[in-house]
Nanobody
Framework: QVQLVESGGGLVQAGGSLRLSCAAS????????MGWFRQTPGKEREFVAV????????YYADSVKGRFTISRDNAKNTVYLQMNSLKPEDTAVYYC?????????????????WGQGTQVTVSS
């Protein structure tokens, strides 16, 4: 089992920045591709970003490309999501996710592990 705990959410004005963190414990963190998803009430959880086990490969949803950056520190068992130029439409609960297979982290139905989520609210 892998346990994931997110932190760093909060309230920010449009145009501002936040950095989310996800601390992992349990299995060997560096064996897992990691990602972020987000969800708003009444909508399905949507993919935001994924990073490979080594950190050498990343991929982003079009809606966040150029504004968000995913990174990881395998020595600290932590994955990050740096969010810049935030917009009100970025308001959501953000979830950390992990899986041994990189491609699975692109699909909410295939990820093995999830955190509890952290709320991000962007005011206009």
């Amino acid at each position: 089992q892998v346990q994931l705990v997110e932190s760093g959410g909060g309230l920010v004005q449009a145009g501002g920045s936040l950095r989310l963190s996800c601390a992992a414990s349990g299995r060997t963190f560096s064996n897992y591709a990691m990602g972020w998803f987000r969800q708003t009430p009444g909508k399905e959880r949507e993919f935001v970003a994924v990073i490979s086990t080594s950190g050498g490969s990343t991929y982003y949803a079009d809606s966040v490309k150029g504004r968000f950056t995913i990174s990881r520190d395998n020595a600290k068992n932590t994955v990050y999501l740096q969010m810049n130029s935030l917009k009100p439409e970025d308001t959501a609960v953000y979830y950390c996710a992990g899986d041994r297979i990189y491609g699975h982290v692109l699909d909410r139905d295939k990820c093995d592990y999830w955190g509890q989520g952290t709320q991000v609210t962007v005011s206009s």
